[in-house]
């Protein structure tokens, strides 16, 4: 056996997989930390890196175990090197070269948002570039087009929050906890999405807007008694969501007709959305569970990126922002 070793620890899941050079997932584990953080309404960054340390190596022992492989196995580490909480990264980055200095492999440094594209690269149904591409994520919204599995232009991307971070701060106002999008999601279903009206900003280009959605729904909770808001509460979040995906869908249809493209994918957590998905009925999208953080679309990225040999790697740090 050939594979590679993934990990990801970017943010609040740690996360390690084994992927072939084929796209084949071996294993994927994710251990999440979103309870830990739920009381805190959101990610504490120095509990997310303490909790890493713990969990990084049972993570690692365990996508190997379920592979049923050995170190002996892996030919490469891919590990990614950002964008995301660095003190997250850097737990997720010393492990791996740790792991790849013992037994002198390469180390593949990933960028979190290749992992994402590259999610669409994996067996059983790799897509083929060239396709335009949301990434919705809890920290970045952005139109791609991905002409390679190396090449790609940024089209557009959010002037202020996220459109995940829009479903998380949403969730909050609705009193949903923490993580928000899938709250939302679920309690969607039962509300109406057109009960309320609330407004998407247009801004030029291709380019995305959601902190004034969040306003507006904040102006509406606060008129509403909290008997009130209880009644209303999934209309409110299938009006918000709504509003969300309507704004995700526009952009993506105007972004097919300027650049032509006939294929369509959404990746990010955000891509785990129902109605997204349902919007999107021809777009390509991987699995929910490969949508939202994990390693495996880590280690599928790696198949396309240079691998640093030893002992160059161990000089490699991780970096918070783009
Ligand atoms: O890609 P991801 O796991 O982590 C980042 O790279 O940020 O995305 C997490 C984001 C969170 O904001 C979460 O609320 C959102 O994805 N999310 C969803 C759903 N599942 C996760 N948003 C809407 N609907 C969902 N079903
Ligand atoms: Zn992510």
Known sequence: MSVIL???????????????????????????QAELHARYGGVVPEVASRRHLELVT?????????????????DRIAVTRGPGLIGALLVGLAAAKAIAWSRRLPLVPVDHLDGHIASLYLQPAPLEPPFLCLLASGGHTMLLDVRSHTERELLGSTLDDAAGEAFDKGARLLGLGYPGGREIDRLAREGDPSAYDFPVARVPGLDFSFSGLKTALLYAVRELGEDELEARRSDL??????????????????AAEQTGRQQVAIVGGVAANSALRAALPDAAAAPLALCTDNAAMIASAARWTEAVEYPRYLALDAYASR
């Not at 993934?6 to 999440?32: K, M, P, Q, W």
């Not at 993570?59 to 892996?74: K, N, Q, S, W």
């Open 58 to 74: 049972p993570v690692i022992r365990e996508a190997l175990a379920e592979a049923d492989a050995g170190l002996e196995d892996v």
């Open 6 to 32: 993934g990990i990801e620890t970017s943010c609040d899941e740690t996360a390690a997989a084994l992927v072939t050079e084929e796209g084949e997932i071996r294993s994927s584990v994710v251990s999440s």
């Open 237 to 254: 979040a299938a009006s918000y969501q709504h509003a969300i995906v309507r704004a995700l869908v526009e952009r993506v249809r105007e």
